[in-house]
């Protein structure tokens, strides 16, 4: 049980195409319903890793993976991006003629507007997951349905694919995160490629005063590090006040990123690094 690794979603899920991205073919996975099971599920010791979405280019950023983050402290050690390419998908022998409704993740339905619009006879439902919509059509041996999903998906469940990337939009990727245990990540630290760039994710609060952000960013500006994403999410038991999830380009042990941080903690009520890892292609 020590080797697998969590991710939310039924076999075939994008979520197992980044595991496997990550980690290698080989990888053996533990398929959760919710993403609050994937993050219990590696602090428990049941899983050694997980894998979880965090932003999409389309949809944007997964709230509630910040969230559980911040909750499970768990570190991010690795990071990959896998292009989204959303197949129509029926059992064997079921033509496109006979298919009126669709089943997929919401995201996904809304990521194929334009086939839906040039199919108006078909009718889009929301299903908990992408690879779990081809699985329960299978297995209720729907005749009158397909769902969206991975190539993968139809490969796992015996399916065929009907159409092939029908998503409105080909630049649809999404970021994935590696976590593992605070041990594991001490003890089996993560290497760099060559030339390869390193990059830190971290969350933190200010006082809630007129340019405590701009005082706050000031920190990575006076010594030259990037700044690659900024996300504000509420910070609970306090309304109107937010925690600010940011990752910079940099190692954590770098002297700049230490002065960074050095300097940004002289000015934060509150201050995490959530990982350093080898910024991801």
Request: overall charge positive; charged content about 25%; proline content about 5%.
């Amino acid at each position: 049980m020590r080797s697998l690794i969590a991710f939310q979603g039924a076999r075939g899920a994008f979520s197992e195409e980044a595991a496997r991205k990550l980690l290698g073919l080989k990888t053996q996975v533990l398929p959760c319903e919710r993403f609050e099971d994937v993050f219990r599920s590696l602090k428990t010791g049941k899983a050694a890793g997980a894998v979880v979405p965090i932003e999409n280019t389309l949809a944007g950023s997964v709230h509630e993976n910040y969230d559980h983050l911040q909750r499970f402290e768990l570190p991010i050690v690795a990071e990959t991006s896998v292009r989204i390419v959303h197949n129509l998908i029926a059992q064997n022998g079921v033509p496109f003629s006979k298919i009126k409704k669709v089943y997929s993740h919401p995201v996904a339905l809304n990521q194929c507007l334009d086939f839906f619009s040039a199919n108006p006879q078909i009718e889009r439902i929301p299903f908990y997951d992408t690879a779990g919509s081809v699985k329960m059509i299978v297995e209720e041996a729907r005749t009158d349905a397909a769902a969206i999903a991975s190539a993968v998906a139809a490969e796992i469940y015996g399916a065929r694919i009907l159409r092939r990337s029908i998503e409105s939009d080909r630049q649809n990727f999404t970021r994935f995160f590696l976590l593992r245990k605070p041990v594991y990540a001490r003890r089996h630290p993560v290497k760099a490629g060559r030339n390869q760039s390193w990059k830190t994710s971290l969350v933190f609060t200010t006082r809630n005063i007129p340019g405590a952000l701009f005082r706050a960013l000031s920190a990575f500006a006076l010594r030259d590090l990037s700044l690659t994403k900024i996300e504000s999410r509420p910070l609970r038991g306090k309304p109107w006040e937010y925690l600010f999830y940011l990752d910079f380009l940099g190692h954590i042990d770098d002297p700049g990123a230490q002065n960074a941080l050095n300097h940004l903690r002289e000015l934060a009520d509150y201050l995490r690094v959530l990982g350093c890892y080898p910024q991801g292609a």
